[in-house]
C-alpha cells in the first residue's frame, strides 16, 4: 500500500473524492505523524542495530543519523566475548550518583552508565580501550517521511490499516465532527493496544527504562 492508497481509501470515506475539505497534503501530514506515534508506542516498528567505534579517552559519541528511541546500549572490548550492557540514567541521576562526572578528574575504565545530551551518547567511566564497532546500538529509526501519492510508508503493511484509521481521526477533527472523532481515535489506540500486547511484550518487558527519543534531546 502506498500513500495513494491511503489517501484515495480517506476521502472516499470521508465523502470528498473531490479533495475540497481533505486535501493531499492533509492526508500526506498525518500518514507522517501516524507513523511517528506508532513507533512511540511499539517497541517492534522499524527496529534496527548498528554499531559505533569506541575511542580510547572519549566519553560522548553520535547515535546513528536515523536513531528515533534508543532501546539498548551495549559495550565490547577487543578482549571480551560478548556485549555487555550499559544501563541508562537520566542526566539528573547522573548528577545526582556520579558526582564529578564531568570534568578532568573522571578516571578511565570500562562505561558502567551512560546518559544522553543533545544527542549524543555519555559514557562514564570513560572508555579505556579503543574497539572498532565496540558500542552496539539498538534502537527504533525514525520514519523516512513520505512526500509524494506514489511513496511506499516506511511502516510495514501490519499497521497501515491502523494509519488509516490516524488520518480518518484527523479528517473528522478538521471537520469539527467529534463524534466520529471519538470513534476513530479509539479504534486507532484499540490497534495500537493489540500490536503493542501481540508484538512487543516481551522487548518492553525487557527494556523498561531505556527508552530515549532523539526528539526529546
Not at 498525518?30 to 516498528?45: L, M, P, R, T, Y
Not at 537520566?90 to 552508565?113: A, C, H, T, V, Y
Not at 539498538?138 to 491502523?162: M, R, S
Request: hydrophobic share 40%; with cysteine; glycine share 4%.
Amino acid at each position: 500500500m502506498n500513500v495513494q492508497d491511503i489517501v484515495t481509501r480517506v476521502q472516499r470515506t470521508f465523502g470528498d473524492t473531490a479533495a475540497v475539505q481533505v486535501e493531499n497534503a492533509d492526508v500526506i501530514r498525518w500518514i507522517n505523524d501516524g507513523q511517528v506515534e506508532i513507533i512511540k508506542h511499539n517497541d517492534s516498528a522499524l527496529q534496527k542495530t548498528d554499531f559505533v567505534t569506541l575511542v580510547a579517552g572519549q566519553a560522548q559519541y553520535v547515535l546513528p543519523a536515523d536513531f528515533f528511541i534508543l532501546r539498548s546500549l551495549r559495550f565490547k572490548y577487543t578482549s571480551m566475548t560478548g556485549f555487555s550492557s550499559i544501563p541508562y540514567k537520566n542526566m539528573q541521576e547522573f548528577d545526582d550518583s556520579i558526582d564529578g562526572w564531568d570534568g578532568s578528574i573522571s578516571s578511565l575504565n570500562r562505561p558502567k552508565f551512560f546518559t544522553m545530551y543533545e544527542g549524543q551518547v555519555i559514557l562514564f567511566p570513560i572508555p579505556d580501550e579503543s574497539a572498532t564497532n565496540g558500542l552496539k546500538v539498538l534502537y527504533n529509526q525514525k520514519p523516512a517521511e513520505v512526500t509524494g501519492l506514489l511513496d511506499v510508508l516506511a511502516l510495514p503493511l501490519i499497521y497501515h490499516n491502523t494509519i488509516f484509521k490516524y488520518c480518518m481521526w484527523q479528517a473528522s477533527l478538521l471537520d469539527e465532527d467529534h463524534e466520529p472523532a471519538a470513534m476513530y481515535r479509539g479504534d486507532f489506540q484499540n490497534d495500537m493496544s493489540i500490536l503493542l500486547n501481540n508484538e512487543t511484550s516481551d522487548p518492553v518487558d525487557k527494556y523498561p527504562t531505556i527508552t530515549v527519543l532523539a526528539e526529546d534531546q
